[in-house]
């Protein structure tokens, strides 16, 4: 069986060898992969991932947000969205 996976990718100087990640990702992230599981029928959540790549060098940098995060950005962008009309 197939799983599926989604991802951003962001493109800056990292400092440290450690790549920047954003919580409005994995907020963007989150409602994505649940918009893509309801459109695809799936009986998951794509899981969700970002990775930074290195404007200098081209490193890449990734994280996957864990389910932990993901339900939490997740609640976050509804509760956002709440006051323009977004229904679930």
């Given at each position: 069986?197939?799983?599926?996976?989604?991802?951003?990718?962001?493109?800056?100087?990292?400092?440290?060898?450690?790549?920047?990640?954003?919580?409005?990702?994995?907020?963007?992230?989150?409602?994505?992969?649940?918009?893509?599981?309801?459109?695809?029928?799936?009986?998951?959540?794509?899981?969700?991932?970002s990775?930074?790549?290195?404007?200098?060098?081209?490193?890449?940098?990734?994280?996957?947000?864990?389910?932990?995060?993901?339900?939490?950005?997740?609640?976050?962008?509804?509760?956002?969205?709440?006051?323009?009309?977004?229904?679930?």
């Open positions: 069986m197939r799983k599926y996976f989604w991802r951003t990718t962001n493109v800056e100087v990292v400092k440290d060898g450690k790549g920047k990640f954003y919580p409005k990702d994995c907020k963007q992230l989150a409602i994505e992969s649940v918009m893509l599981a309801r459109k695809l029928k799936l009986d998951y959540f794509p899981k969700v991932r990775v930074c790549i290195d404007t200098n060098t081209a490193e890449h940098y990734h994280y996957e947000w864990s389910d932990e995060e993901f339900n939490h950005y997740f609640e976050c962008a509804k509760l956002s969205a709440k006051h323009i009309g977004w229904k679930e």
